[in-house]
């Protein structure tokens, strides 16, 4: 079964007026903050389909530079993230692509501090269930249908083992696991789909974890 | 887990205990969770109904401008004259308006069970609170008992505009709603089921046709009238009244209705009202293109 609990039906708590546009979209941003681990000097949006043509009126732009400055779906503050991220002298420059995405609800997130980058196209999926297709050029195969962790971590020896064995010892277990890696010794990435949300102290932990460089949870 | 309304029913009748409860159980058994738990994260729920609520009857006005201040208008009308259609019915409408304007305005709201579809359950919920004398645990249970209602549709048909139009969204949740209110009242499971299906017939074949692919026209104004047929299905199913299609075929004619749907009339601002000659200028307004 798709849904599996009453809080999927009653809830979640969000700041309106879409699930899909507005809910969703600050989700993408803060999966890509997540990733980034830190709020970026530059965001770049490209918004694609429903997204580009619907985006101000469902303050989509809005929702999901709240995301990116680490606000999560029901935050107040995510009214008022483009004049925060001003004040806080984050350039924010929104792109709107013409081109036809694969998903109606598509965006592709660049955050930029330095000499650090940080890329990732979303797509939104519904009731506030979003999809991350694309991270760092490495494509990703993630359901949404269940909560799961993206992980970018040295490709060596003991990075899977020092991931899996937090979430052995919360009990959380794992549906599906996938390690891809552009070249040998470099960065890598693993996305594991587990069967319950994962709570903060869980991703805090494993964002110290060996061999782990950032970690980013997609939520039910 | 129960799969469908029947089973839902069956259960609440073998234990003898409300649909609410049912609904409870199962939380607790899925998520491992206390009572306690379950019971305090509806709680949380509730009063971001409640804030809303509140929020939208003092006025609030959308960005586009599309929508606000509809709500403030049927209060007023309220205090000053006598309503045709009673005080509860209205009541209702006011809060469900008050909570989609406040949606539609980026206010905080919950979703039941989407954020276009907000306003049914906890419209109805805060003007038949008081009538039935409802205690803060009363109002859990009528979320429980909408979210149970909603459970269902949500795994057997769907609960997306997109996916299956505005027979998804606001026809599942005036008849959550319609369900709930029939246990607040007193109601049997049965006759819970009946007010679903009762609810749910009506909507059958509404279409998502959002103006300018926002959720405020005639988002808004369905909420309000979804949640006086909620009021009215509840009353005609404590009174006796039965769907002659049991609830589980109702809610797989909804389901097939809306795969049959027509991309245009599924959230795409292509078809309905959207595609009128005033749904098209109002969206030229505001993207300015």
Redesign the interface.
């Known amino acids: ?20 546009h ?2 969703g979209a600050a989700r993408i941003g803060r999966a890509a903050r997540d990733l980034f681990g830190r709020t970026p000097e530059e965001i770049d949006i490209h918004f694609y389909g ?1 997204f580009m ?2 985006f ?4 989509t732009d ?1 929702a999901m530079v709240g995301g990116v400055l680490g606000y999560e779906t ?1 935050d ?1 503050r ?2 008022t993230s483009l004049e925060t991220a001003e004040k806080e002298g984050v350039k924010v420059v929104i792109h709107e692509e013409v081109s036809e995405p694969e998903h109606p609800n598509t965006a592709r997130l660049r955050l930029k501090s330095g000499d650090e980058e940080l890329e990732l196209t979303g797509i939104s999926i ?3 269930k979003i999809e991350i297709t694309e991270l760092n050029g490495f494509p990703l195969h993630l359901t949404g249908e269940h909560p799961a962790v993206v992980l970018l971590h040295d490709d060596r020896y003991g990075a899977i083992a020092s991931a899996t064995a937090i979430l052995a010892k919360e009990k959380i277990n794992i549906g599906r696991m996938e390690v891809s890696r552009k070249a040998e010794g470099a960065q890598a990435l693993m996305i594991i789909e587990v069967d ?1 949300n994962l709570t903060d102290p869980v991703m805090e932990e494993l964002q110290e974890a060996d061999h782990i460089s950032r970690a980013a949870r997609i939520s039910e | ?1 129960f ?1 469908n309304v029947a089973e839902l029913i069956e259960k609440a009748k073998e234990d003898n205990i409300p649909v609410s409860e049912v ?1 409870i159980r ?2 607790m058994e ?2 491992e969770l206390s009572r306690d738990k379950v019971m305090t ?2 709680e ?2 509730l009063t ?1 109904m409640e804030e809303a609520v509140e929020e939208g009857i003092k006025g609030v006005q ?3 401008g599309l929508t606000g201040g509809d709500a403030v208008l049927i209060q007023k009308y309220m205090k000053e004259k006598q309503p045709l259609s009673g005080d509860l019915l209205l009541d209702a409408v006011s809060k469900a308006v008050a909570t989609n304007e ?15 579809s ?1 306003g049914c ?1 906890p419209g109805t919920l805060f003007a038949v609170k008081d009538r039935l004398n409802a205690s803060r645990e009363d109002m859990l249970r009528y ?2 008992t ?3 209602y ?2 269902v549709v ?2 057997n048909a769907s ?2 505009g ?2 299956g139009g505005c027979q998804a969204e606001v026809g599942s949740a005036a008849g ?1 709603a319609s369900a709930a209110i029939v246990e607040m009242a007193g109601g049997t499971p049965e006759q819970t089921a009946e007010a679903m299906a009762i609810t749910l017939k009506n909507m059958l074949g509404l279409i998502c046709d959002p103006v ?5 026209v005639p988002c808004v104004k369905r909420n309000a009238m979804g949640a006086s047929q909620a009021i009215v299905s509840a009353d005609m199913a404590l009174a006796g009244v039965t769907s002659r299609i049991p609830c589980d075929e109702v809610i797989d004619a909804m389901f097939k209705v809306g795969q049959r749907m027509p991309s245009a009339f599924r959230e ?2 292509e078809g309905g009202l959207a595609a009128t000659p005033t749904g098209k200028a109002l969206e030229k307004k ?2 300015g293109s």
């Open positions: 079964m798709k849904y599996r609990s009453v809080f999927d039906i009653i809830g979640p708590v969000m700041i309106g007026p879409s699930s899909s507005t809910a429903s043509s619907t101000k009126g469902h303050g809005v029901f107040d995510i009214k519904g009731g506030g319950q | 887990m799969r609904m199962q939380e899925a998520k994260q509806m949380e729920n971001v959308s960005h586009s406040v949606n539609a305005a980026m206010g905080r709201i919950c979703a039941t069970p989407t954020a276009g907000a359950v979320l429980f909408s979210g149970a909603g459970f949500a795994n609960i997306s997109a996916a959550m300018a692919g926002l959720v405020e795409t601002a505001i993207y």
